[in-house]
C-alpha cells in the first residue's frame, strides 16, 4: 500500500461563501480527492502562505463531494479565510480525531446543546441524526446566541423542525423582532421535559461549563454528556503535543470526549 504523507493537504476549491453573522461565516469547499469524514472529526483548513487551522465540517458526511466549514473571525488564519473568495484555491489535511459513537445514541433521546459557533459541529451531527431519525427516540436541540444577529444558520431551524427535531432557542440580549426567549442557553432547561439520556455539547468554554453542570444536576450521567474540546494544535495526529488535555491528545483521542473521561482534569474549561 503506498504511503501517504498526513501533513500534505488536499487541494480545494472554494465554491460559495455565506455570511452567517458579522463574524461568521459557512465556506463550501469542492476538494479535488473525497474526504470522507465521520461527523464530529475535524480537519486542519490550510491557508496558502499563511497557515492552517482546526475546524469540525458543519455539514453532512453523507455529501462526499463538498464539505461545510463554519468558521468565526479569530486572529490570523481566520481572518485570512474571511478574505477568502468563491474561485480561491486551499487545502484540507483530515479528517482528523474521533467523531461521535452514533451507534451509542441508538434508540434514545438525544439532546444537543449548543451555543455561538459551536453550532457548527452540531449542525452536521443535526443532519447525520435527522438522515436516520428512525434509530433515535427524540432529538431535541437548545441553542444559544449572544443576539438574534449572531445566530447561525437562520434560515435552517425551520426544516430541521420539519424533521420532527424539538428546538428552543435563546439569546443574552434580545432585540425588537425577537419572540422567543431571552437568557443564557441553560434557561431553555425549564421549557422541555427530557428524558436524561445522551448529550451532546459543543459552544464556548464558559457555555460548556454551566451547560454541563446543569445537565448533572437535572440527572444526566457524566458518561452521557459528550463535548468537543477545542486546544491549540499543530501537527493534528498525536505527535506534537501541543494539544495535551491530561493524558489525551485532543487531535488523537478527542476532540469529543465524555465527560466521565474528563472530569478529573485541571482547567478543562480554560
Ligand atoms: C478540533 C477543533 C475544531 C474547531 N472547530 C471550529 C469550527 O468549526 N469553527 C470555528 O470557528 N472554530 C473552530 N475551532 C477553533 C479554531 O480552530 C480557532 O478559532 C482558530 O484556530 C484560530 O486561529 P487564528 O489563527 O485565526 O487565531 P490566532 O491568531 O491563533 O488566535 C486568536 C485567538 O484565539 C485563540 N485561539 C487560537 N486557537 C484556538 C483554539 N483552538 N481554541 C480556542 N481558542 C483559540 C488564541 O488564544 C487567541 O486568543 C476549532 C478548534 C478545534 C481544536
Ligand atoms: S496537535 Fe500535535 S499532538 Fe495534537
Given at each position: 500500500m503506498p504511503l501517504t504523507n498526513p501533513y500534505k493537504p488536499i487541494?480545494?476549491?472554494?465554491?460559495?461563501?455565506?455570511?452567517?453573522?458579522?463574524?461568521?461565516?459557512?465556506?463550501?469547499?469542492?476538494?479535488?480527492?473525497?474526504?470522507?469524514f465521520k461527523t464530529g472529526q475535524f480537519v486542519q483548513f490550510t491557508v496558502p502562505e499563511v497557515g492552517e487551522a482546526p475546524f469540525t465540517p458543519s455539514s453532512s458526511p453523507f455529501v462526499k463531494e463538498e464539505m461545510d466549514i463554519t468558521i468565526m473571525k479569530a486572529g490570523r488564519v481566520t481572518e485570512a479565510i474571511h478574505c477568502l473568495k468563491e474561485g480561491d484555491i486551499v487545502g484540507i489535511r483530515g479528517p482528523l480525531g474521533k467523531g461521535y459513537p452514533l451507534e451509542e445514541f441508538y434508540g434514545k433521546e438525544v439532546l444537543v446543546l449548543g451555543g455561538g459557533v459551536g453550532m457548527a459541529p452540531l449542525r452536521s451531527l443535526l443532519l447525520t441524526l435527522i438522515a436516520q431519525k428512525t434509530k433515535f427516540k427524540r432529538i431535541v436541540l437548545l441553542y444559544g446566541a449572544r443576539t438574534p444577529e449572531d445566530i447561525v444558520y437562520k434560515d435552517q431551524f425551520a426544516a430541521w423542525e420539519q424533521e420532527g427535531v424539538k428546538i428552543h432557542r435563546s439569546v443574552d440580549k434580545g432585540d425588537g423582532?425577537?419572540?422567543?426567549?431571552?437568557?443564557?442557553?441553560?434557561?431553555?432547561?425549564?421549557?422541555?421535559?427530557?428524558?436524561?439520556?445522551?448529550?451532546?455539547?459543543c459552544g464556548p468554554p464558559i457555555m460548556m461549563k454551566f451547560g454541563t453542570f446543569k445537565l448533572l444536576e437535572i440527572g444526566y450521567k457524566p458518561e452521557n454528556i459528550y463535548l468537543s474540546m477545542e486546544k491549540n494544535m499543530s501537527c493534528g495526529i498525536g505527535k506534537c503535543g501541543h494539544c495535551a488535555l491530561g493524558p489525551y491528545f485532543v487531535c488523537k483521542d478527542g476532540p469529543v470526549f465524555k465527560y466521565s473521561e474528563i472530569k478529573n482534569i485541571e482547567d478543562i474549561w480554560d
Open positions: 487541494i480545494a476549491k472554494v465554491t460559495r461563501v455565506v455570511d452567517e453573522t458579522p463574524s461568521i461565516k459557512t465556506f463550501t469547499l469542492v476538494p479535488e480527492e473525497k474526504i470522507e423582532t425577537w419572540k422567543e426567549r431571552v437568557g443564557v442557553v441553560t434557561v431553555l432547561f425549564d421549557e422541555v421535559k427530557l428524558d436524561n439520556e445522551i448529550a451532546i455539547v
